[in-house]
């Protein structure tokens, strides 16, 4: 059974960097996506970047150009890097796993960005 935990969130200034990390108990194979999600109060939850087996990744627009995501499959561990973050990045950031059989989902990391 696959886990997902996330951490790394916290309190950020604007303009500054957060890196998060998701790290994966279990087994996923390489069809498996990782994705990073976030939910913003009084807005649904919304996909921020998906990171294919491949090294492949996708970012929403209004991340792409700020975050960065990675895979580290020897670790079992993803990672989120943000930089240049804004107020309007606040919110619980959620790790998920999905894949033809598979779609699982962290606790979640609240970030909080001060301006």
């Known amino acids: 059974q696959v886990q997902l935990v996330e951490s790394g969130g916290g309190l950020v200034q604007a303009g500054g960097s957060l890196r998060l990390s998701c790290v994966i108990s279990g087994r996923i194979s390489e069809a498996d996506s990782v994705a990073w999600h976030r939910e913003i109060s009084g807005k649904e939850r919304e996909w921020v970047a998906i990171?294919?087996?491949?090294?492949?990744?996708v970012y929403a627009d209004s991340v792409k150009g700020r975050f960065t995501g990675s895979r580290d499959n020897a670790k079992n561990t993803a990672y989120l890097q943000m930089t240049s973050v804004k107020a309007e990045d606040t919110g619980v950031y959620y790790c998920?796993?999905?894949?033809?059989?598979?779609?699982?989902w962290g606790q979640g990391t609240q970030v909080t960005v001060s301006t």
């Open positions: 998920r796993v999905l894949g033809p059989q598979m779609n699982v």
């Open positions: 990171l294919d087996g491949d090294g492949t990744a």
